[in-house]
């Protein structure tokens, strides 16, 4: 029970991840084989379309957008602020994250890079956006494999020429792709970090407490 509580949050996340996954890999393949039926096509199973561009285009695409959001959050929040909100540092206070590292390093329970010191310190520092990054530019280059085999798959049952990966890069279709869910995450960031200010949700740790006044900044 220990184990649950303390991981509470992480396996719920996962199991609807998991969950949604699913359902979108059933329905998706329903979409997909009522689209090769119209085309006289011979239809695939359920195992075959897992691995084929139309799911793993969406499943990236999507995977994609989430870790530009999360990146680009990470990133913006070290160095900018918005008052009131319970997503931002207070710009008037010091902050508990700008903390120098280098002054715990003699703290037995620091992280190991921290207790190492130099370049393994810096690094880690700014570990998590670099993660968050890595994990958006990988998901990028996956989302464009196989949006650029989904493409060439539809191409094939219209009869008409398939295009390359660099083609299908600087491709209208693409970017259309991308940027219709990164339009969604930079929405959704900028509504929450208002919305923070003047709302609230008791119990969360993205919220400031129900009484705190407007103005405070930070959870």
Known sequence: ?????????TIVLVTLSLL?????????????DHELADHAANLIGLAAYAKSGHFLSSLFENWESEFLQMSAYVMLTAFLFQRGSSESKDPDEPANQDEEPALKQDDAEAPWPVRVGGFAQTVYSYSLGIALGFLFVLTFILHLRYSAEAENAEAVMHGQPTVSIAE???STQFWYE?????????????????????????????????????AQTGA
């Open 1 to 9: 029970m220990k184990t649950l509580r303390d991981n509470g949050l």
């Open 20 to 32: 949604t996954i699913g359902g979108m890999l059933l329905t998706g393949w329903s979409v997909y």
């Open 168 to 170: 299908h890069l600087v």
């Open 178 to 214: 991308s940027l219709q869910n990164w339009q969604s995450e930079f929405l959704s960031t900028a509504v929450i970090v208002v919305l923070s200010i003047f709302l609230r949700f008791r119990g969360s740790p993205e919220s400031k407490p129900v009484a705190a006044p407007h």
